[in-house]
């Protein structure tokens, strides 16, 4: 498999992956059921082994830094391994937590996060306080990452929904990174819901820059309270909304899910995000039609078994598993 097929949110998840094993595996209570899988890991894809031994030479170098360092000198790496340090910062905070020397010459440099955490809310609705002292708020099944720098804090949400209620710091931006796209905040509340390469980020209080990371990361729309930006991974721009007052983007905290009159097409990412396999449409025909109601989260797979009694459609299993929502066309006109 070439490691150009992968999105940032694999290829991250691979890094992490890569620093845990790498801790593992220098670990004196490491079993040999752990070294097989390792193996089986390693072998599953040709970027397991690359970021693998990206993590080895970042671990060898940081053994052999100086166990104290003066305040203010600033150590210089050899070329290749210093552009490693830099582009496995995160993974790499994992794997040097045994080397506080190390890892503080990474933080004076800026190259290394001085906290990392690693955030997944199963099937329930998680409250987390993050090292910086931000809140977060973890919507069901979501996952997310945090590391802490020295000139920023960066948060990668993997898949799902959540609330950040951010500290303010003016000198130490918050910035989110999902689909291609990310959101920076110095301290505010906002919501950033995920699914698949769709993104939709709804403001509540203080402001936000939104903006493309293949187009300008320090520029951007600025969202004020109110107000919403939607993009897909590739988007050059967002796009920009106003909610009203009574938006229901936030009803998840409650464990709701609100349609509110919107067609299957539109309606079908809200529901599939709960769901562990895609509810399908058959075709644009059946994306049309549209639903409303309040559902609890908790109990999406029986909204979903519903729906050919509230709606004109029915539903059918393709053969790899997948369930398909194919419309009912009304009967032929009299005439």
């Not at 992956?17 to 593992?24: L, N, V």
């Not at 950040?164 to 999902?178: E, L, M, T, W």
């Not at 609100?258 to 562990?276: E, G």
Request: glycine share 6%; charged share 20%.
């Amino acid at each position: 498999m070439n490691h150009t097929s992968h999105s940032a949110d694999e290829y991250d998840a691979i890094t992490d992956a890569a620093a845990q094993w790498c801790m593992r595996l220098h670990a004196e209570d490491c079993t040999p059921a752990e070294r097989q899988a390792f193996e089986q890991w390693l072998a599953a894809d040709p970027l397991h082994a690359q970021e693998y031994e990206a993590m080895q030479d970042i671990w060898q170098t940081a053994d052999h830094l100086p166990r104290s360092a003066t305040p203010g000198k600033v150590i210089t790496l050899p070329l290749r391994r210093r552009s490693a340090w830099r582009h496995y910062a995160s993974a790499a905070a994992i794997a040097l937590v045994a080397l506080p020397a190390g890892a503080w010459i990474g933080w004076e440099q800026g190259w290394l996060p001085n906290s990392y955490q690693h955030l997944e809310s199963g099937d329930t609705i998680s409250h987390v306080l993050l090292r910086d002292g931000s809140q977060v708020e973890l919507n069901l099944g979501t996952e997310l990452r945090f590391t802490n720098y020295k000139d920023v804090r960066k948060v990668t949400l993997v898949k799902g929904e959540a609330f950040f209620k951010v500290k303010h710091d003016s000198q130490h931006p918050f910035i989110v990174h999902a689909a291609q796209g990310q959101t920076r905040v110095t301290g505010t509340q906002f919501n950033v819901w995920k699914y698949e390469d769709q993104v939709k980020v709804t403001l509540v209080e203080g402001s936000v820059l939104v903006s493309s990371e293949a187009r300008d990361a320090d520029g951007g729309y600025r969202l004020g309270p109110g107000m919403q930006a939607s993009y897909q991974a590739g988007d050059f721009e967002p796009r920009l909304s106003q909610t009203y007052a009574h938006d229901t983007s936030l009803a998840w905290r409650n464990g709701k899910l609100v349609l509110d009159n919107l067609s299957l097409a539109q309606a079908l990412p809200q529901i599939n995000r709960y769901l562990d396999a895609p509810l399908l449409l058959a075709d644009e025909s059946t994306g049309n039609i549209r639903i409303s109601g309040v559902y609890d989260t908790h109990q999406i797979k029986r909204l979903v078994s519903n729906l050919p009694k509230v709606l004109p459609v029915y539903l059918t299993r393709n053969k790899d598993g997948s369930m398909l929502l194919n419309h009912i066309a009304p009967p032929p006109a009299r005439g």
